[in-house]
């Protein structure tokens, strides 16, 4: 299988589990987005609990120059590790939520060069 | 064209021209997500400015059961508005911002009735 085709299928893996344990009610609609022309994938809860509005972006990642960017993560799942558990290299998988200054010196991919080394 | 068609391309257009007015610097990616299976469709903000970190859904439309939910809107646009233009009828148009028993009086769409009229 094609690396980028294997890297969809383990992202939209990870979210449609996810969105199975995700606990729901009636006017609480737990959504997947599955952009699969920019391969960008989220999971949201969207609607009403009472007179309060829910509006929660839980999960997004992206796909982007052949690397998994963990764009956001609210769960309590390491996301990179699942990836991880799939087949997917460390070195391809980039933690957006860490700043790119950061990013050489967490076992995962950079998009930046370490600089005076 | 069919409506449903005809739906997705307003919202889709809205969008585009939504980020397109957007700022952009490089280290911010203004961000279209368009799940056209799940008719889903998101503008997002996402990045760092500076050792900040950036992530912000600025709109959401979705399409259901033949209806435009506007589920988030966190610009100055009149997305409603913008969406009669392109030549939604307002009864097809769902204000997911206003809770449920308020929006048989938005003057657009309602998924609840109105009981005891």
Redesign the interface.
Known sequence: MDKLEQYRQAVQKILTQQVAEDTQND?IES?????T??D?Y?L?D?G?QD?K?V?H?FI?I?IKNGKVWI??NMTETDLAQALVNLGIPKEDIIL??Q??YKRPYTGYGSNHLIMNQ
């Open positions: 006017e959504q997947l987005v599955f952009d022309e920019r960008r989220l949201l969207v009403w007179l509005r509006y972006c997004h992206d764009q956001r957006g939520l700043p790119p």
